[in-house]
């Protein structure tokens, strides 16, 4: 059985930083689309940043671009959001998400498995 376990959220103030951690266990995604999702309150999910076929290739949403980095370990089945200069429209809950197919990895719909979120708000 497929998880994706995140951790790492929290509560913290504008421009400050924080880490989220996703580790997966039950299959290998090291050289599959891995990545990460938002959610604020009221609004839909939206992507945020991922890894892409092959396991080397990043994308980011314009509003995380030269703030978010998206990284993984040797194994690959762990991947890390480092969010830095936070702020409040970053509040949302996290969710991290894996696939086994190629595609677009912007599209929610087209990823297999999801973890149960992790929360982070950015007080100004």
């Known amino acids: 059985q497929v998880q994706l376990v995140e951790s790492g959220g929290g509560l913290v103030q504008a421009g400050d930083s924080l880490r989220l951690s996703c580790a997966a266990s039950g299959r290998t995604f090291s050289n599959r689309p891995m990545g990460w999702f938002r959610q604020a309150p009221g609004k839909e999910r939206e992507f945020v940043a991922a890894f892409g076929w092959s396991g080397f290739n990043t994308y980011y949403a314009d509003s995380v671009k030269g703030r978010f980095t998206i990284s993984r370990d040797n194994a690959g089945n762990t991947v890390y959001l480092q969010m830095n200069s936070l702020k409040p429209e970053d509040t949302a809950v996290y969710y991290c998400?894996?696939?086994?197919?190629?595609?677009?990895?912007?599209?929610?719909?087209?990823?297999?498995?999801w973890g149960q979120g992790t929360k982070v708000t950015v007080s100004s």
């Open positions: 998400a894996a696939r086994v197919s190629s595609g677009n990895v912007y599209n929610s719909d087209q990823y297999d498995y």
